[in-house]
């Protein structure tokens, strides 16, 4: 206890900056977790929040009765499995070209180009996908104009698999490039000066000095982005698929199907019962590959 | 971003419970300290009926700021308002408001929340459609019964016994209704001009609305429902059949018909059903809306405006509303009406709670409220102000000293910006100066026919929060989504297949637990008021 004010003091500067970070956690993350006890409660309005009659793993019901729950699950985890491979490959693919591109005034402005999406709301995303996509819409018009038959892309389940994966990975693309940018220039220059004089032409250089100088970085991302793997991205599924039931199938999350459930009749058990068990899910997942990387690789694990 | 809030699913929801919470704890701890400066007349105001009863004019010695909270958005010019009426208050009640809105973005969700986390709010709007009598039932309201005669005298007098009746749950009123008795049958709005000449019959039933699609559709090329289609198709389906939904929405439970009001049945398990899909089908495939309509944003009736569509779900005042804003933006598009009503010739008005306000819980000063509300209802000095706005600046009197004129003479009609909240939760017929239906001139009409046709409300009033059943409801509603709307819309490639998938996925949702939940509450209900 003592060594700890001793460090508190000694680095006092060091933890009032991080202190707005902490508050952040503690009022964001932390003490909204007390509502993990509404998960197992009937709320009432004469109890107020915390009087509500405790019911046990009732609130848990809806989601594992209907027999649901495991297709919903594998198809929420299968899209993030592929988003985050698909995203963090193209993003770390781009920062490369990006990296070696010579031309300020060019980099730059791809740089911009490609984190521009990143802005767009989902709202117009899914504007963009209905009018891209409709009968009525770009795609359909060239087919026809083209002599072909036009596509009811809303009445079949096959394309928008690929179209979620497409849209979700163009929007994170310039972000998550500007973060593998970013460790690309914190490589020193020395190694690829010693390279150069040794022979090695710009593809050897990236195998063997980048990509291995980049694997913490590409393994830390990765491991942040599974804790979240069973939260669906509500906006993006939500926007593009919308109410549209013939989709539901191969597009159905989680995080929609809750919505869909409980939009109706608002309870607020049921609500933190479903975020409960995807937050739990992501928890014991992220447990479990952080322990395995330990053992493969103790440097890359988190903790 | 605002979707996100929607994810009753995430944690978020959690966050935004407790964010309120503290917001609640805080404000919690102010009135306290206003009430210990304040004199104990605030103090006993907490607990209801009192002493004070037997007074005849009620203290108004402490200041008193009542928190309001009212749907959707505020007008543009509501500062000014609201400070209009603040003076007002402040001079005969002692009295200020402050005026909140939820806005229309996710304002259920709000609405939820705001009553959930037991924030400080002497008044809020109230209505069967939001949720009204679960909440009561529930207990998120205060029960008024002691409180109407002395603070309200006025609108105590003046509601009529039924429209108590109809506010009043486990034999407690938690509501002031409005008095403003409606009828809001669903039907449709539709281009006579293109009827007329492409020489389509009148439309009467069914088949002459499908006759006319078909006219549109060959002759003008036209996607006659162009946009979001299900409204449209659902509420044609239930009042061609006769169905009556149950204590609100009940989802895929109806009562099969007005006359045997004990028939309930999971409509998609009927023989009806399935011969209404196949018709659908027929229609989705002969062009009448487009296969995309389940993912399409757009209403119907934009598409009308821009002489893209022709049909349009509504209700009776909103279709009088819709018709009149038409005339005045397209004069050369002529539209008429028909009420859904017309299959059974049967209409039923709307409760009384359709609009009401309400006092939750938690109200600090319930009886300033009443008192406030005794005012806007019964004084037109207050009751304009409060509905329509100033005079001279958002509306003048028409020459009849009646009805008023918008814009306000002597202000140009381009870039005006009327004052327009929903203050239905107040609104009282006689004290109205604005005509229902935007004053669409076929209204009076169709109000004559719906009168005389009208059959009271049994259905609505039947007290339902699904707690027994919920985690079975929750799994239905999702059903109906995925498998129940494409196949009302005739999206789906095999007609007899996808009924029994959807089918098999209700029953599998628990669909008759549900069944037989609403029948034992709408039997106990219509045992109590003696309905065969």
Redesign the interface.
């Known amino acids: 206890m003592k060594g700890f004010f001793q460090e508190l003091v000694r680095n006092r500067i060091l933890f009032l900056m991080i202190a707005p970070a902490l508050l952040f956690f503690i009022v964001f993350a932390y003490v909204p977790m007390v509502g993990v006890y509404y998960a197992f409660t009937r709320f009432s309005f004469d109890g107020g929040l915390f009087g509500g009659e405790f019911i046990g793993f009732k609130n848990f019901e809806f989601l594992f009765n209907s027999g649901v729950l495991w297709n919903l699950t594998k198809n929420t985890v299968l899209y993030n499995i592929a988003f985050i491979i698909i995203s963090n490959l193209l993003q770390l693919a781009c920062a490369i070209f990006l990296s070696e591109l010579p031309g300020k005034w060019f980099k730059k402005s791809t740089q911009s180009i490609m984190f521009l999406p990143f802005f767009v709301s989902f709202v117009l995303v899914g504007a963009f996908v209905f009018n891209l996509f409709s009968n009525a819409g770009v795609v359909n018009t060239m087919l026809t104009s083209m002599g072909l038959q036009p596509y009811d892309f809303y009445l079949h389940t096959a394309p928008w698999k690929y179209i979620i994966v497409f849209f979700h990975v163009w929007k994170g693309l310039g972000y998550g490039t500007v973060i593998y940018l970013a460790a690309i220039m914190s490589i020193s220059d020395e190694y690829h000066e010693a390279a150069k004089i040794d022979g090695a032409n710009i593809f050897k250089r990236v195998r063997h000095i980048t990509l291995p100088l980049l694997v913490p970085t590409f393994i830390l991302l990765i491991l942040l982005s599974l804790g979240g793997i069973l939260k669906g991205q509500f906006d993006l599924f939500y926007q593009i698929i919308g109410n549209n039931g013939m989709l539901y199938n191969s597009t159905d999350i989680i995080d929609t199907y809750v919505y869909r459930s409980l939009a109706v009749n608002f309870d607020i058990g049921m609500g933190t019962a479903a975020g409960l068990y995807q937050s739990l899910f992501g928890f014991v997942l992220i447990i479990l590959v952080n322990y395995i990387i330990r053992k493969v690789q103790k440097d890359y694990a988190l903790f | 971003?605002k979707?996100?809030i929607?994810?009753?699913?995430?944690?978020?929801?959690?966050?935004a419970?407790?964010a309120s919470?503290l917001a609640a704890c805080g404000s919690g701890n102010n009135s306290n300290t206003n009430s210990n400066t304040g004199t104990n007349a605030e103090a006993s105001a907490n607990t209801g009926s009192n002493n004070k009863a037997d007074a005849k004019t009620p203290d108004t010695s402490k200041k008193v700021e009542l928190t309001w909270y009212l749907l959707g958005d505020p007008a543009k010019d509501q500062a000014k308002v609201t400070a209009e009426l603040n003076k007002m208050l402040q001079q005969d009640l002692n009295t200020t408001i402050k005026l909140n809105f939820t806005t229309w973005t996710d304002w259920?969700?709000k609405y939820?929340l705001l009553?959930?986390?037991?924030e400080k709010i002497d008044m809020i709007f109230a209505s069967s459609w939001a949720?009204f009598y679960k909440?009561a039932n529930?207990?998120?309201f205060m029960p008024l019964n002691d409180l109407l005669p002395t603070y309200a005298p006025a609108t105590w007098s003046s509601i009529s016994e039924q429209d108590w009746k109809e506010a009043t749950v486990n034999d407690k009123i938690y509501a002031v209704p409005a008095t403003y008795p409606e009828y809001t049958p669903d039907g449709i709005v539709y281009r006579d001009d293109w009827r007329q000449e492409l020489g389509l019959p009148e439309i009467t039933d069914v088949n002459s609305i499908e006759a006319y699609l078909d006219g549109v559709k060959k002759s003008k090329g036209v996607t006659p429902i162009n946009g979001k289609a299900?409204n449209e198709v659902f509420t044609m389906f239930k009042a061609f059949q006769g169905y009556q939904q149950i204590g609100g929405?009940s989802?895929v439970i109806v009562s099969k018909s007005y006359d045997t009001p004990r028939d309930i049945v999971a409509y998609p398990f009927t023989p009806e059903f399935e011969e209404w899909v196949k018709k659908m089908k027929t229609w989705a495939e002969k062009g009448f809306w487009?296969?995309?309509t389940?993912?399409?944003?757009k209403e119907a009736g934009d598409a009308i405006k821009t002489g893209q569509g022709a049909v349009y779900w509504r209700n009776a005042p909103g279709a009088g509303g819709f018709i009149t804003g038409l005339q005045s933006s397209n004069p050369d598009i002529k539209m008429n009406y028909f009420p859904f009503s017309r299959f059974h010739g049967l209409t039923t008005p709307t409760l009384s709670v359709n609009n009401a306000m309400a006092i939750p819980?938690s109200a600090p000063n319930a009886e300033r409220s009443l008192m406030v509300l005794d005012k806007l209802r019964n004084d037109p000095k207050y009751y304009d102000l409060f509905n329509y706005g100033i005079e001279g600046t958002h509306y003048s009197m028409d020459a009849d000293g009646k009805h008023i004129v918008t814009p306000p003479a002597g202000v140009e009609a381009k870039g005006f910006v009327g004052y327009d909240i929903a203050t239905w939760g107040v609104r009282v017929e006689s004290m109205e100066r604005k005509k229902q239906a935007g004053g669409w001139e076929g209204f009076d009409a169709l109000l004559e026919e719906f009168k005389s046709q009208s059959k009271p409300n049994i259905f609505a009033q039947v007290i339902m929060d699904?707690?027994p059943v919920?985690?079975?409801?929750?799994?239905v509603?999702?059903?109906i989504?995925?498998?129940?709307?494409?196949l009302m819309m005739g999206?789906?490639p095999d007609v007899d297949k996808a009924i029994a998938t959807y089918r098999k996925q209700l029953e599998?949702?628990?669909v008759n637990d549900v069944l037989k939940y609403v029948q034992e509450q709408a039997n106990k209900t219509f045992d109590a008021q003696g309905i065969k």
Not at chain 2, 115 to 118: D, M
Not at chain 2, 294 to 297: E, H, M, N, V
Not at chain 2, 470 to 475: F, G, I, L, R
Request: proline share 2%; no cysteine.
């Open positions: 971003m979707r996100k929607k994810t009753m699913g995430t944690l978020l929801v959690s966050t419970i407790m919470m259920q969700t939820n009553l959930a986390s037991g949720d909440f529930q207990g998120a299900y929405d989802g487009k296969s995309d389940l993912s399409d944003q819980k699904y707690a919920k985690s079975q409801q929750a799994a509603n999702s059903v989504q995925q498998y129940g709307m494409p999206l789906v599998a949702a628990g």
